[in-house]
Nanobody, 119 residues
Framework: VQLQAFGGGLVQAGGSLRLSCAAS????????MAWFRQPPGKEREFVAA???????VYRDSVKGRFTISRDNAKNTLYPQMNSLKPEDTAVYYC??????????????WGQGTLLTVSS
């Protein structure tokens, strides 16, 4: 099973970007999936998650700016990130399965993709 995240890059503050996470080896259509990030010099933190039926959860600091979605036919997870801020600079990781209510930590993690937001 592999999760491959890609789409990171350098964006100016106020800009937008969409990351992608492609899963292979198994389908996660019946599982929640999530994005985490690790800012420079900080610990990894939760960003957003989406359940198998489309329920979403967001970190407070990204609410209204990020939208997580999934394409089960492509086994792919996306976050659409708008109004980006320098504090969004981090390595972004996708992870699955993710339990929106409670459960064990994700078993599978992508390799991470770096987003840098310049001021």
């Amino acid at each position: 099973v592999q999760l491959q995240a890609f789409g990171g890059g350098l964006v100016q503050a106020g800009g937008s970007l969409r990351l992608s996470c492609a899963a292979s080896g198994r389908s996660f259509r019946s599982s929640g999936m999530a994005w985490f990030r690790q800012p420079p010099g900080k610990e990894r933190e939760f960003v957003a998650a989406i359940g198998s039926v489309g329920t979403t959860v967001y970190r407070d600091s990204v609410k209204g700016r990020f939208t997580i979605s999934r394409d089960n036919a492509k086994n792919t997870l996306y976050p659409q990130m708008n109004s980006l801020k320098p504090e969004d600079t981090a390595v972004y990781y996708c992870a699955a399965p993710y339990y929106l209510s409670s459960g064990p930590p994700p078993r599978y993690w992508g390799q991470g993709t770096l987003l840098t937001v310049s001021s």
